[in-house]
Every structure is written in structure tokens, then in C-alpha cells.
């Protein structure tokens, strides 16, 4: 029998290090990728992306009180003490696309982008709990505007742009503490680079060089966030669930050099910005940032393998959050979600019964206040979750999660941009018996 279950662990080892393998070689690309086409992003951290994978943004971004998707625990990693309900080995990535129409009172634009969203293991460890790891997108850089000036009788554009994204790495565990209360921890490191640019180019047949100053801020750091849960069975098929997350003043460093160029005008755009010489530049100098205060509380009622409803509501103070020379001041993010999920019928032999079906919506007034006008973002939600068939000999089973929210962010009125948009979330969740022993020797 211990031979057996040394061969168990034998065979998984591959499976093990190529999903390491692809934590580390995924790193780099999450931190330099931008999914982001909001002018809203040029401030703070640039647009926040939450710690959610497909199948809670479907139900409005549900989290904190989600313990089960029907009966079988799926990746949570917005509330680390939902880690303890882990039942199987679950493995968990997806890809994440955006469709933005930008609108102002003259004019509207549209971009779309697509990027590797998430890649999360968790594993049970029995009356030990659950772990948990991971790269999640934490937040993303990406907006251009510009505005043509003259100079003598001589007309020229101002550009203004930013790339970049910041990734988050976790490992967390989460520990039954009583038979219905569960408590658990995250500690993360946050790294990337976000990319500020403001640029003067001439015509082309002018003569003269455009110049170039570039702000690139390396964050760095590590916070730490925490939850709670309390689950009830009532009349043995239903479940009520009350969960809280939260994290403190975290500081993390930014380290910022900024770089003055010259830059020769080309006819051709794939030659156009390519740096001549660097004029001045400064050293690295650091700041301490603190990342917001967070409080979120959230409520389900669910009926076992059938359906589950609930609500949230979420708080982060982005007030002391240490802001660039000459940008406004950030405030409170606050807001609340609504949603749930139905699963037909899943003894029966119709696909679509077996299928989950989930909506929801969700509404924030952001950290946002620009030109005495709160920016505020709202979505309605919905997705589903597809089954694939199980593996009779391992007892393994999968499925495909997607999930898209149609909102709207901002506002037209005093001279801003109203964002509505189109987020795309798929998602494939794998979920085994790793490291199991044979009963049988």
C-alpha cells in the first residue's frame, strides 16, 4: 500500500511542476500586459481588477459569503477561509477579453484587447484545512489622449499615454476553527511596472525632434488580507453562509525613474517613438505607499446541487493613498453586488440541465472624483458553467466557466468620458484527487 502511494505522488509530480512552470513563466507576461483602455486609469494604481476568477464576476463579483458552487468547492481567493471547505485538488486558469466604446460630448472611440487572466491551485489538507496559490491580475495601466496646440503658426499635438499592469502572487490557507466558523490569510507580493508617458510631436515635414518624458514606477511589495466564514446547514438540504474580508494599510514601494528623449518624426508608425538619445534622467526615488483599508461583507442562501442567491457589500479608503505631484486626491470606493446561480436538474441526462446558470449586478462608486463629479461604474452580469465529462478511473472533473458583464463607467457631463464596456471572463477549472493513497494494496 505505501508503494502505491509513493507511485500516487510519483505520477503527480510532473503535473506539479509544470503548473509551477507556468506560475513563473506567466509572471512576467501579467506584470507587463495591459487589459485596460480607460482615460480613469491614469490615477493610483491605474484600474483595479479584484481577486475574482469567471464564476463569481458572473454573479456581479459574489465572493466573500461563496463557499460551494453547488456542493464542490471552487478557488476563492478574494476570502482565503473558504480554502478549509476545499474537497479536491482544483486547478484553475483563464483568459479575460474588453471591448470599450469611449465617449465624450463630440466624439467616441472604441478598443478591444484580450490577456491570460489567472492561474490558482488549491489543495485540501483534510481536518488540516487548505492552501492555496497563485497569479492574479491586480491592477492595469492603459489610456491615451492628446490635444493639438499651436506654437507661431505652427500646429503640434500634445500625447498623452500609459501602459503597464501590477500582478499579484499569493499563497494563502485557510483552518476550520469550529465545526461552523472558518478563518484564513493571504500574504501576497505585488510587482510590476506602469509606464506614464506625455509627448510633443511636430509634422512630419517640419524638421524639428519630438521630445519625450517617461515616468516608470516599479511597485514592489507585500500586503496581507484575511476573512472569515460562517456556514449553517438548515433542514439539512439548505445552507446559509455569512463571510467577511478585509486587509489592512499595507505599504508597498514605488521606485520611480523618469527619463527625458528625443525622439525623430516618422511617416511610418512602426518607427514612430523610438527614443534618439536621453537628454536627463533621474535616479530611482522611492516612495512608501499604502494600499487601502478594505472591509467586505457578504450573505448566501443556497439549496444543495440547486441554486444559490446572494449580496455583498464592499469599502476600500483610498483617501491616505500617497497620490502623484499635481494628481487629485483619491476617496472612498464603496458599492454592493447582488446575484446567484441555478443548476436545473444535475441527476439529469440533458446537458443544458446540467449546466449552471448565472446572473447578477453590481454597482461601485469608485475612488474617482474628477472635475466635482463622483465616477461611478455599474454592471449586469451573467455566465455560465459548462461540465465536462468525468474521469471514471481517477475521478477527476472539469469545467468551462464564462462569464461577461456589460456596464458602464463615468459620465459625459463636465467635459468627461463615459466608458461602456464589454468584459469577457473564461475560465477552466480542473479538479482531481491528487496525492491520494489506494485503498486496495
Keep these: 500500500m505505501q508503494k502505491r502511494f509513493l507511485s500516487s505522488i510519483t505520477n503527480k509530480v510532473p503535473q506539479v511542476l509544470l503548473t509551477l512552470g507556468l506560475l513563473y513563466s506567466s509572471s512576467a507576461a501579467f506584470a507587463q500586459k495591459s487589459t485596460s483602455a480607460s482615460p480613469y486609469s491614469q490615477f493610483g494604481f491605474g484600474q483595479m481588477r479584484e481577486d475574482l476568477l469567471p464564476q463569481q464576476r458572473a454573479m456581479g ?20 477561509a473558504s ?29 478591444a484587447d484580450f490577456a491570460f487572466s489567472h492561474i490558482t491551485m488549491t489543495f485540501p489538507m483534510k481536518k488540516a484545512g487548505g ?6 491580475p491586480y491592477s492595469d495601466l492603459g489610456y491615451n489622449s492628446n490635444s493639438v496646440q499651436k506654437l507661431d ?13 501590477i500582478t499579484k502572487a499569493y499563497f494563502g490557507y485557510g483552518v476550520n476553527v469550529t465545526k461552523n466558523l472558518s478563518v484564513g490569510a493571504n500574504i501576497s507580493y505585488l510587482f510590476g511596472t506602469l509606464n506614464d508617458f506625455s509627448r510633443t510631436e511636430f509634422p512630419y515635414n517640419y524638421g524639428a525632434l519630438n521630445v519625450q518624458l517617461q515616468d516608470k ?28 474580508s478585509g486587509s489592512l494599510n499595507n505599504a508597498i514601494h514605488d521606485r520611480t525613474t523618469s527619463y527625458t528623449t528625443r525622439i525623430a518624426p516618422s511617416a511610418n508608425s512602426e518607427d514612430s517613438n523610438i527614443a534618439l538619445d536621453t537628454i536627463y534622467s533621474t535616479d530611482r526615488v522611492r516612495r512608501d505607499l499604502n494600499l487601502p483599508l478594505k472591509h467586505n ?47 436545473p436538474d444535475p441527476t439529469s441526462f440533458k446537458y443544458t440541465n446540467l449546466m449552471d446558470y448565472r446572473i447578477g449586478f453590481r454597482y461601485n462608486k469608485t475612488q474617482y472624483f474628477i472635475n466635482k463629479q463622483d465616477i461611478n461604474d455599474m454592471a449586469i452580469t451573467f455566465g455560465v458553467g459548462l461540465p465536462l465529462a468525468r474521469n471514471p478511473y481517477s475521478g477527476a472533473f472539469s469545467k468551462i466557466n464564462i462569464s461577461a458583464e456589460l456596464g458602464q463607467m463615468g459620465t459625459i457631463n463636465n467635459s468627461l468620458i463615459r466608458e461602456r464596456y464589454v468584459n469577457l471572463n473564461v475560465g477552466f477549472t480542473l479538479n482531481d484527487r491528487w496525492f491520494r493513497k489506494n485503498s486496495i494494496d
Design 297 to 343: 461583507v457578504g450573505i448566501t442562501f443556497a439549496k444543495t446541487n440547486r441554486w444559490l442567491v446572494g449580496a455583498e457589500f464592499k469599502y476600500a479608503d483610498w483617501s491616505k493613498f500617497q497620490v502623484r505631484k499635481g494628481e487629485a486626491n483619491l476617496k472612498t470606493n464603496y458599492g454592493f453586488a447582488i446575484g446567484g446561480q441555478i443548476t
Design 153 to 165: 503658426s505652427i500646429n503640434y499635438r500634445k500625447v498623452f499615454t500609459g501602459e503597464g499592469g
Design 83 to 111: 480554502y478549509s471547505a476545499a474537497q479536491f485538488s482544483t486547478f484553475d486558469a483563464g483568459l479575460y477579453g474588453n471591448y470599450t466604446q469611449l465617449s465624450s460630448s463630440n466624439k467616441s472611440d472604441n478598443t
Design 217 to 244: 514606477r516599479e511597485i514592489q511589495g507585500v500586503s496581507f488580507d484575511y476573512g472569515a466564514q460562517y456556514y449553517a446547514t438548515i433542514k439539512k438540504e439548505y445552507s446559509l453562509t455569512i463571510g467577511y
Design 131 to 136: 492552501i492555496s496559490m497563485g497569479l492574479l
Design 61 to 80: 463579483g459574489l465572493s466573500t459569503a461563496i463557499r460551494y458552487f453547488g456542493s464542490v468547492y471552487n478557488t476563492n481567493p478574494s476570502n482565503p
